[in-house]
């Protein structure tokens, strides 16, 4: 009797779930989001393995979590905790997922992680810490991933983070790093994703070099970052992504940059080159991914900049704002690229020699001030083709994309405010007037010359031959050479090889349809942790 009545007890206790929380008891999960709740609920089924406590006012964990032994996910985040006390996870044996972000905790003492010995990520963003004891992490042995993003931390303990041996992550974005925090993470060999970036750093030096021997994306934009030692990635063997944006550099740090052999994406922008010189990128040979925007003093680009980048595919220069010309043949040692983007600049022509065009998928130019003249009369083409196929509907996708929609010619004056996919071909091409005049007579010329040339060469020929070498015709035989090869440089400027001339169009591409091109296409530098599935709650599996 006892023992059934027990039975019924046990049972209830089971199916107990406070009002606000919503259960799951064959899952063993409670939900108690957005509760209003002010204390971790004491009454849930003991068994429990998950508990979602995000968006409440919850100000302590203290002695409010041992009652539940089994949990493996503890959700915390966007409470008003200010203090993790000490020891208060110490009966959380299995705990793997404990997130504390967007809370108001001020510091981490000794014993604030006691007992997380199966803890995989640790989620401690947007709170206040300013000081993390140096034993604090000491349990933490499975640890995997550490978000300590948006906090005011200013330098680590050494040795910090020594008993994480298996750290593959850690974000220390949005703090107030002073340096690079070597000493506290060098045992942590396995990391594969760092984030330094919105720090204070102004240089790595002899005394900072990081060796992280799996280390794939290191992040290191919006510091002050003036400054890198020749060997400061060099203990970086692995890397693939480099984000070195928004920072001081007034040159490309080429040397620092050589050893990293395996990157694939380097990130640029917004710092204060005024050059990007010959073999910017020496040994980059696996570079896919380059973006050099936003440099607000850069003003040339030399022809030779690229030549070690044998692999790269896309290169974003937009927003240089004093860039006036590309050289001529920049991407020649780049077989590979098919998405060239240099918008915004202050670009007034553009020479179809500077372009791919047989390989590109992607070529955007908006926002240039580019002179509507017969020198872009290939672009203007190219429009027109990308604008028919749009109207009729014929879509294919692996060509050719213009971002049409935005280019705009600021000149000639009746053309300054027009979209060029808007201007008629007269408009636009070499004024009828001249150049098509000279070129029709010209045309006739070489014909006549041909003409000539064939007609009469050879009986002149054959008379020279019975007389003596008679000067006078050799003479003008010369001059309409001469003519005739001034007429093909006349017409070569507009002509060069890459011309799209109405014959050529067809052999060389259909051009897709006609939209206005996607945002921004893709960010193929897809660092990992942008990927959503890591932001996801975690997939918790029952064994
Ligand atoms: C970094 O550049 C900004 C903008 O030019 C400047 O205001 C700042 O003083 C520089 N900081 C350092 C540390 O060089
Ligand atoms: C077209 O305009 C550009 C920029 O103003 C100029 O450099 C170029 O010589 C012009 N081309 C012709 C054929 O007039
Ligand atoms: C183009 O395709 C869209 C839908 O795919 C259709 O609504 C439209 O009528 C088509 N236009 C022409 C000209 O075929
Ligand atoms: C922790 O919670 C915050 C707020 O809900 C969320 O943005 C973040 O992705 C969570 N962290 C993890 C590791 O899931």
Redesign the pocket.
């Known amino acids: 009797m006892l023992v059934f009545l027990l039975l019924i007890l046990a049972t209830a206790a089971r199916d107990l779930c406070p009002t606000r929380c919503r259960c799951n008891n064959e899952e063993l999960q409670a939900f108690c989001a957005n509760a209003a709740l002010e204390v971790v609920p004491i009454q849930l089924n003991p068994e429990i393995r998950s508990i979602d406590l995000s968006d409440n006012k919850i100000s302590t964990v203290h002695l409010t979590l041992n009652f539940y032994h089994n949990l493996i996910f503890l959700d915390l985040a966007r409470n008003k905790i200010q203090t993790l006390g000490s020891s208060n996870f110490e009966s959380q044996h299995n705990l793997k997922y404990l997130n504390l972000s967007s809370n108001d905790i001020e510091a981490l003492s000794k014993d604030s992680f006691k007992g997380l010995r199966a803890l995989v990520d640790l989620d401690l963003s947007f709170n206040k810490i300013d000081e993390i004891a140096k034993n604090a992490f000491r349990e933490l042995h499975s640890l995997q991933i550490l978000r300590l993003t948006g906090n005011q931390i200013i330098s680590l303990e050494d040795d910090l983070l020594e008993p994480a041996k298996l750290l593959q992550e850690l974000y220390l974005n949005s703090n107030q790093l002073l340096n690079v925090p070597k000493l506290a993470i060098r045992h942590c060999v396995k990391l594969k994703v760092v984030s330094f970036s919105q720090n204070l750093l102004i240089s790595i030096d002899e005394d900072y070099l990081l060796a992280l021997p799996e280390l794939q994306t290191l992040e290191l934009s919006s510091n002050v970052l003036n400054n890198l030692h020749p060997a400061a990635l060099s203990g970086l063997s692995s890397l693939e992504n480099l984000d070195l944006s928004d920072n001081n550099f007034t040159a490309v740090p080429t040397v620092s940059l050589t050893k990293l052999s395996k990157l694939k994406c380097l990130r640029l922008s917004g710092n204060f080159f005024t050059t990007v010189p010959p073999v910017a990128f020496r040994g980059l040979f696996q570079l896919k991914y380059l973006k050099l925007d936003r440099l607000e003093l850069l003003t040339k680009i030399d022809s030779r900049a690229l030549v070690d980048n044998i692999n790269l595919e896309e290169i974003w220069l937009d927003d240089n704002i004093a860039l006036e010309t590309l050289p001529t043949r920049l991407f020649h040692g780049n077989p590979k690229i098919t998405h060239i983007s240099v918008r915004n600049c202050k670009l007034?022509?553009l020479e179809v020699s500077h372009y791919p065009l047989d390989q590109l998928k992607w070529l955007k130019l908006g926002g240039n001030p580019l002179?509507c003249?017969?020198?872009i009369l290939w672009l203007w083409r190219l429009v027109q083709i990308q604008k028919k196929r749009h109207l009729s509907n014929h879509s294919a996708t692996n060509d050719l994309m213009i971002d049409a929609d935005d280019i705009i010619c600021d000149?000639p004056e009746p053309l300054t405010g027009s979209l060029l996919a808007d201007t008629t071909e007269s408009q636009v091409g070499?004024s009828i007037g001249r150049l098509a005049a000279v070129c029709a007579v010209g045309s006739t010329l070489i014909l006549l010359t041909i003409v000539v040339v064939f007609l009469y060469c050879g009986p002149l020929k054959k008379r020279a031959r019975k007389k003596n070498p008679q000067q006078s015709s050799h003479h003008h035989r010369s001059r309409s050479q001469n003519v005739d090869e001034e007429i093909h440089h006349y017409e070569d400027?507009m002509a060069s090889k890459y011309v799209i001339s109405p014959p050529l169009i067809g052999e060389y591409k259909t051009l897709p349809h006609w939209e206005p091109y996607t945002k921004e296409n893709s960010d193929f530098c897809a660092h990992q942790y942008n990927d959503p599935s890591h932001n996801a709650r975690p997939h918790i599996v029952y064994v």
């Open positions: 007034t022509t002179t003249n017969c020198s000149g070499c400027p």
